[in-house]
């Protein structure tokens, strides 16, 4: 990549330290992009256990980067490595550099990393890093260089050149079929043209060709062709023209695409027009930019705080966590979460383990089951913003991560999420219809979650929430582990001495038994749902069932759970 011409001072400290820290990211950048062309390969051979590790290989690779670029600064700068006066003149050398650079943003989120790992910042420091406020994403929606016109004509020609373009080594099962399909049900819907993104975004088993379709009024909306790879090739499987499902699909429960993007910035600009409604955090978020999906969510959570001057954090909807401190901006859909000094009984761990099932949750293909936590150190509110309730809450249980300064409050520690509605919440507010289709997603989400080899470990609804989408997702991690981990019981026969005893009295469980035949007793919802419940998923309550998927998953199985309802697949799907 060409970077900006070099002054007669090339080899001033800042200007040095400035390179080193693009090339960090350039170097970042570059091996970013090798993972992700490499689920291409993992797409043509379905070897979805190595796409699972390139996910996790690249989730890593942040990390890495600014280690190995922090131990070239520290070489070349020696003693002066930690000084604040060089480092606001390294700031200066560096925003010079990058200026003509596209996705420059993201170059500024990187060195912010690295600063901030330097000093150890609490809050901000505007004098060494790029304040949020000023890293705001600059994508063309237009996305030049990165879309292809493809008209609908009468024999799918424009579709058959799509794909053809693809070029896959495993080849098409039928290419002429998947053409027509995909044309004749856009041609359905009254579609003439679109626009597609040339990168197909790769996630779990499928492929997906985003783009907008328009319609002979000049109206226009979002759609994405989805391509399953099989024994006899590739083909295409759905065709997702619903705003609604698209969303679904970028959502924050779901683990991130790999799409070999040339400039981040205009694709997300352009999945932006696509998706107006989806906050540009979680766009970034979703391709695999984690970190300026960070930076975004910041800058526009303390945007919103600043409209605010008063009272405007309060502890959020739900029952009281043993775990997790939690609270909430009023008017912005996000969660702080804060893990409690000590945990009340029966709880046995400790906040070790709870960072590590985070990670694990972090780490995992989420099949759009598991909200998507992003993990914040040293973040200032002032205090005027709390309020009271909350913040006595915090100073007294949270005080390992929480104090006061001078007036304003410093959280060294906490995840932030997307906030959804206490499935709890949900079932005694909603209508009839609505609570019973929220309780038979719960169902499904279990099951979902079982065949990806995630238990969540406490089933109460409490722990699970509804989406503005009406889906069902969990979010409380602490109990979660693998599948694999659990030994599935069927609960003894009651001997007749223990039938006024306590369950707890007469039935030895161990740390990993779990009984799912009890389930049902601690769901806290009406009879009539329960039933309804039993009857659409009865299977969650069997521990043969819990066994099978155990013993399938060890057998080297993966479940596939489609991220789009039947009814989308096209016309001849083998789905």
Known sequence: ?????????????????????????????????????????????????????????????YGECLRETLARLEAALEERVRSRPLWRAIRVAYAERIAALPDRELYKTFYNSLVRRFFSIDGVAPDLEFLALEIVPTGDPACPGQTRNVPLDDDATGWRA???????????????????????????????????LTAPFYRERRAYLIGLAYGASGASYPIAVALVSEVGGVRADALIADEEQISILFGFSRSYFHADLIRVGDAVAFLHRLLPRKPLDELFTVVGRVKQGKTERYRQIFRHLAEYPEGELVAADGERGMVMAVFTPRGYPVVFKLIRDRFAYPKDMVRADVEEKYRLVFRRDRIGRLIDAQEFLRLRFPKRQFAPGILDELLRECAQTVQLDGDEVLIRHCYVERRVRPLNLFVREAPALAAERAV?????????????????????????????????????????????????????????????????????????????????????????????????????FDPAWWRDVQTRLAGGERFDVPPYPDAMRLAGSAG
Not at 175 to 191: E, H
Not at 493 to 508: F, G, Q
């Open 1 to 61: 990549m060409s970077h900006a011409s070099e002054s007669p001072r090339a080899n001033a400290p800042e200007r040095r330290a400035a390179a080193l820290i693009v090339d960090g990211f350039d170097d970042y950048n570059a091996r970013f992009s090798d993972i992700t062309r490499r689920a291409r390969k993992r797409f043509e051979r379905r070897d979805w256990k190595l796409a699972q590790m390139d996910n996790a290989a690249r989730i890593d690779l």
């Open 162 to 196: 799509l794909f053809s373009a693809l070029d896959y080594r495993n080849g098409w099962a039928d290419l002429d079929a998947s053409a027509r399909a995909v044309a004749d049900a856009l041609r359905g819907r009254g579609v003439v043209a679109t626009t597609m």
């Open 440 to 540: 038979l997603d719960y169902g499904q989400a279990i099951k979902d979650l079982a065949r990806s080899g995630i238990f969540p470990g406490d089933l109460l609804l409490k722990n699970f929430g509804v989406s503005r989408h009406g889906r069902v997702l969990f979010y409380d991690y602490d109990e979660l582990c693998l599948v694999e981990q659990c030994a599935f019981r069927a609960v003894p026969p009651m001997r007749e001495e223990d039938e006024t005893r306590p369950l707890d009295e007469w039935l030895y469980a161990r740390p990993d038994d779990v009984f799912p035949e009890l389930f049902p007793q601690f769901l806290g919802i009406l009879p009539a749902l329960r039933e309804r419940l039993r009857a659409v998923h009865g299977e969650i």
